[in-house]
């Protein structure tokens, strides 16, 4: 069987039919939708999850100064302002690194789902080169 034979055996014809569509579309049947897909929508997402918790926890940050406000005054005296002042700057150290961590992962899942669907596109255009959807890879034009 020569090598073109084969080909055809694997891939089908040259004008795109037989299993070159089934290969290239990752499954046709048994309730694939026909198409090898990596959607960025789920790095997107994540990204901007990222970005709102990263705001949730800067204004959050930014009200418990204004929340304590007037304690130290109101409780002269008391061991519990001093203790009360300690879990203070836990939580806004906490929230302080919970927002920088949020910042730098939000722009890394960004550029995970650009990378991703620059990936995604040259796969599909892989595919299209292999089945004779306007390609020239593998003798044909």
């Known amino acids: 069987m020569s090598y073109t034979e084969r080909w055809q ?6 004008d795109g039919g037989g299993a070159a569509r089934g290969l290239a579309s990752a499954g046709t049947g048994g309730g694939a939708s026909g198409r090898l897909r990596h959607s960025g929508g789920p790095w997107t997402s994540a990204s901007g999850a990222a970005g709102d918790l990263r ?3 800067e204004t959050s940050r930014s009200a418990l100064g204004p929340g304590h406000e007037g304690i130290e005054a109101g409780g002269a005296g008391l061991t519990s302002v001093a203790v ?3 879990v203070r700057t836990s939580w806004e150290e906490r929230l302080r690194a919970l927002r920088d961590e949020c910042e730098q992962l939000e722009g890394t899942l960004l550029t995970v789902a650009k990378e991703m669907g620059e990936t995604e596109t040259a796969v599909e255009r892989s595919f299209k080169d292999v089945d004779g959807g306007g390609g ?4 044909r034009r």
């Open 136 to 139: 020239t890879t593998g003798g």
């Open 84 to 86: 009360l002042r300690s």
């Open 55 to 57: 705001t949730s926890a």
């Open 9 to 14: 055996q694997l891939f089908g014809p040259a």
